[in-house]
Each structure stands twice: as structure tokens, then as C-alpha cells.
């Protein structure tokens, strides 16, 4: 009953024309990049390009990689915080101060154990790197948490990402505890806006209201694993839905998007959930997907090395083991293509080239360099 109950969703969705639907499927032969291994790494989750061209590259259980992608040497990063490790939890991403070049700030998302369980947490450190290949990290401070905790080792999210202001952009999951989406006395399944040192940014839309309310920007997210702006500045964030229903939007500030009280997929359970549609006065999707493609990274691309891509939003699927390309016209989403990759994929980024990086899930995860046949 379930299952027949997924198919009249995906169909009613295709009647309706809301289903991102792709207009070309690709095998892995016929991708339109070529694809180069650069190194293999331990259930990696996400990587960040130093200026000198080095990448650091993080590893689930807690392990912080110094990546040469000319020679392929792989270095180790000591002083990482401990992790919890489990579920979906561990190190999750890893992102530079804007002004890195001149104080070698690094921030890194993770799973943290307390009460309750366990939370994502985000701590700021300097990097020292060492002329063997590897580094280390120092006085290292935690700078934001996840208002409370929970067992289960789901639905973190933790995306780091900085705006063109300077300001730090966190993408709260809420650890599959559901409501706390709509509590605004927490920070769980959100979109969060802090300065460099974790406070809140002035001017957030629900500033006055609290010292946890000051720090949201948007709210009634579930796992939101992807976020980056476009072209003309604005934020778009990329998240899983429950049984259908993963998102792409366009991130407002103050707008709620609905988790759990409305979505276009249903609880794993079998149990239906209202759609957007029933209430208005809930941001809904840009696109969405039916069945599932299990996002797990984003990136608008900026370049020019695949011109016909320039403003895309491209798209790292676990389940799916692909790659989606999303065209975006004015406020308006579409899926566009959809290359299978073969393996389970999750971070994505864009290099100052324009060639794509990406990095597989899972043990023995590879990091790949994407450039145009």
C-alpha cells in the first residue's frame, strides 16, 4: 500500500508538471566531462581548496586530509575535535575565513556527543601546515551548537558556507526529531546567519525576538546538505525530503518552508503528508523530486568551463549515484539532466578554473576533478 501509494504521488506529480523530471538521462559513458581520481579516501564528506591549490578533504570519523592534487600525496591535519561518529554523524564540512590568506582560519561542522545524544556543532581553528605534507590545527574554538541533542545519528546537515558580507551560513539539520523545525526557542532545521565568530549577524529577520531566534534565517528545513548563491546574490539551499519530496528553494529571509507540517513526499512510515499546496503561507519548493534523488551537495556554477552550465544548479545524489544539472530562470527551477556516476556522490565545488570537484560517498570515496571532454 505504500509503494502504491508513492506511485499515485509521482504520478499526480507528472500530471501536474511540478516533478522535476529529466529531459536527458546519461549513462557513465556518455558524461559529458572527463572524470580524474585524485585520491581515495575513508567515508569522506567535503573539501575546501587552499590558495596555494592544496585541497582539505574530511573524513567521517574525524579525519582532517591534506590533499596535493598535482603530485597526489595525501597529508594528515592533527588537532581535530572529536567527533561522534555513527548514523550520519561524524566530520562533516570544512570551510576557509574569508580572510584566510592573512589569519589561516578554518572552520569545520561536526557530530558532538552530550545530553541527549548527539548534536552538530561548528568550531573555528588556525591551520599550520608543516613541510612534510601535513599540519595542524590550534586553539580551537567552538563556536556554535545545535540547541539540543537526540539519539539516532540522523539528519545533521551543518553546510558551511560564507556570504559575499563576510557573514557564516550554517545549514541546520534537525537530527530527525521533526518539529523543532517550526519551534523558533531552537536552531534545529533552520538556516543560520552568524558573523566569523558565531554571534548573530545584525539585521536577521527574527533579531529581536531572542538570542536563539537572532541567529535564523529561514526555518522548516529537514536536511538541508547544500547551499550556495547565485549570480545575482541570492541563497539557494538543496535539502532531503522523507519518502519523496527532496527540495531545491530559493532562501528568504524570515520564510518558513514547512517541515514537517507540509511536504511533497510522505513519512517512511506510510502515513500521507499535507503537500505546499494546502498552505500558502509556506515558501514552497523551486523543485522538488519524486522519487527521491537523495542530495547531498550544491553548487550554483559560476564558470565558463562547460558555458552551456553558467547559472546551473549543480547537484551531488546519494541514491541516485548521480549528478543533476537544474536550470534556473528567474525564481523558476527545472531539472535538466541527470549523469550517472555509478557510486554514490557527495561534496561538490567549483574551482577559481570553473572545473568541478566532487567526491564519492563511502568507504573508499574518491575525490574528482570534472573537466569538459
Not at 73 to 85: D, E, H
Not at 148 to 165: I, T, V, Y
Not at 210 to 219: D, E, M, N, P, R
Amino acid at each position: 500500500m505504500m509503494h502504491l501509494g508513492l506511485s499515485i504521488t509521482y504520478a499526480l506529480a507528472l500530471v501536474t508538471g511540478a516533478l522535476a523530471v529529466p529531459s536527458q538521462q546519461l549513462n557513465t559513458r556518455q558524461q559529458p566531462f572527463v572524470s580524474t581520481a585524485i585520491t581515495t579516501h575513508a567515508e569522506p564528506w567535503a573539501f575546501a581548496f587552499l590558495p596555494d591549490k592544496r585541497i582539505l578533504v574530511t573524513e567521517r570519523r574525524g579525519n582532517l586530509r591534506l590533499v596535493d592534487p598535482v603530485t597526489k600525496a595525501m597529508g594528515t591535519i592533527t588537532g581535530v575535535p572529536t567527533v561522534a561518529y555513527g548514523g550520519q554523524g561524524g566530520l562533516h564540512d570544512v570551510a576557509l575565513h574569508p580572510q584566510y590568506a592573512n589569519n589561516s582560519i578554518v572552520y569545520l561542522s561536526y557530530a558532538e556527543t552530550g545530553t541527549g545524544g548527539a548534536g552538530g556543532a561548528v568550531a573555528r581553528a588556525k591551520l599550520t601546515l608543516d613541510t612534510n605534507g601535513g599540519g595542524a590545527l590550534s586553539g580551537l574554538e567552538v563556536i556554535w551548537r545545535h540547541s539540543q541533542k537526540a539519539s539516532g545519528g540522523l539528519q545533521f546537515a551543518c553546510r558551511l558556507l560564507f556570504g559575499p558580507d563576510g557573514a557564516l551560513w550554517i545549514s541546520s539539520g534537525e537530527i530527525n526529531q521533526m518539529t523543532p523545525a517550526q519551534d523558533m526557542t531552537g536552531n534545529l532545521g533552520k538556516v543560520i546567519k552568524l558573523y566569523d565568530n558565531g554571534t548573530a549577524f545584525a539585521g536577521n529577520p527574527f533579531a529581536n525576538q531572542g538570542a536563539v531566534q537572532a541567529q535564523i534565517w529561514s526555518l522548516g528545513h529537514r536536511n538541508p546538505l547544500g547551499i550556495d548563491w547565485d549570480a545575482q546574490g541570492r541563497l539557494w539551499e538543496i535539502e532531503m525530503g522523507p519518502m519523496g519530496g527532496d527540495e531545491l528553494n530559493l532562501i528568504q529571509p524570515g520564510a518558513n518552508y514547512g517541515w514537517p507540517l507540509v511536504s511533497e513526499g510522505r513519512h517512511y512510515d506510510g502515513r500521507t503528508i499535507p503537500p505546499h499546496s494546502t498552505r500558502p503561507d509556506f515558501a514552497p519548493p523551486k523543485a522538488f523530486w519524486v522519487p527521491v534523488i537523495s542530495p547531498a551537495g550544491l553548487i550554483i556554477y559560476k564558470g565558463s568551463l562547460f558555458p552551456s552550465w553558467t547559472g546551473n544548479a549543480i547537484i551531488t545524489g546519494l541514491s541516485s549515484m548521480s549528478i543533476v544539472r537544474v536550470t534556473i530562470t528567474g525564481d523558476t527551477a527545472k531539472e535538466a539532466q541527470r549523469i550517472s556516476m555509478g557510486k554514490r556522490m557527495r561534496g561538490i565545488r567549483e574551482d577559481k578554473d570553473g572545473a568541478i570537484w566532487v567526491i564519492e560517498d563511502g568507504p573508499g570515496g574518491r575525490l574528482l576533478k570534472l573537466t569538459p571532454n
